[in-house]
């Protein structure tokens, strides 16, 4: 077990709904990062959080959004989707100044029917 | 160019066998070097975590980074079914705030 909390492990929605994916970093982690992963591909890199700020955006759509709240958790939030949306969505977290191990959460699968 | 190549493979070896995993990377800024294993559709698992060049050994894992060459090894001594998997190199820079990963190699490990 990582320490990286992940809800809900299953989503099934239809296009053009809008789901959140929540994530819970590992305790005295500050680093939040969000990842998409589709069928047979590499890991794509979303956003990152530090301390309830954004830090860096990867290639995320306008669709998406994040947010890191005062507690660390973190909710990514995905709208109007589109079958493409189709992908396991990690979260990873990290200690002090992002610098040093990343930890991934075991991931929610989004299917878009 | 892409900042992490990595050979997909597929890769497969007899069970016993030595493994070499390879990246190549052309920031010479990277600092952080990891390798994560990652079993079929679930979240990738941290093996080793290295800092600048150097060897780092932990069980039947070895790490190795090669900074002069922007080249990074992982070793797997005695390889088992159960090390059949993907394996991610991942990096990055000192004040950096994204993780750079290469693609992944699929290893199957055949008993």
């Not at chain 1, 759509?61 to 994040?66: G, T, V, Y």
């Not at chain 1, 969505?89 to 930890?103: D, E, L, P, R, T």
């Not at chain 2, 995993?21 to 390798?35: H, I, K, P, R, V």
């Not at chain 2, 050994?57 to 005695?78: C, H, M, N, P, W």
Request: one cysteine or more; aromatic letters at 12%.
């Amino acid at each position: 077990d990582s320490g990286v909390t992940q809800t809900p492990k299953h989503l099934i929605t239809a296009t053009g709904q809008r789901v959140t994916l929540r994530c819970s970093p590992r305790s005295g982690d500050l680093s939040v990062y969000w990842y998409q992963q589709s069928l047979d591909q590499g890991l794509q890199f979303l956003i990152q959080y530090y301390n309830g700020e954004e830090r860096a955006k990867g290639n995320i759509l306008e669709r998406f959004s994040a947010q890191q709240f005062p507690d660390l958790h973190s909710e990514l939030n995905l709208s109007s989707l589109e079958l493409g949306d189709s992908a396991l969505y990690f979260c990873a977290s990290s200690g002090q100044g992002g610098q040093g191990s990343v930890f991934f959460g075991s991931g929610t699968q989004l299917s878009v029917l | 160019q892409k900042e992490v190549e990595q050979d997909p493979g597929p890769l497969s070896v007899p069970e016993g066998a030595i493994v070499s995993l390879n990246c190549t990377y052309s920031n010479s800024a990277f600092q952080y070097f990891m390798w994560y294993r990652q079993y079929s559709r679930k979240g990738p698992e941290l093996l080793m975590y290295t800092y600048s060049s150097g060897n780092k050994e932990d069980g039947r894992f070895t790490a190795q980074v090669d900074k002069s060459s922007k080249y990074i090894s992982l070793f797997i001594r005695d390889s088992q079914p159960s090390d059949s998997a993907t394996y991610l190199c991942a990096m990055f820079q000192t004040g950096a705030n994204n993780l750079f990963f290469g693609t992944g190699t699929r290893l199957t490990v055949i008993p």
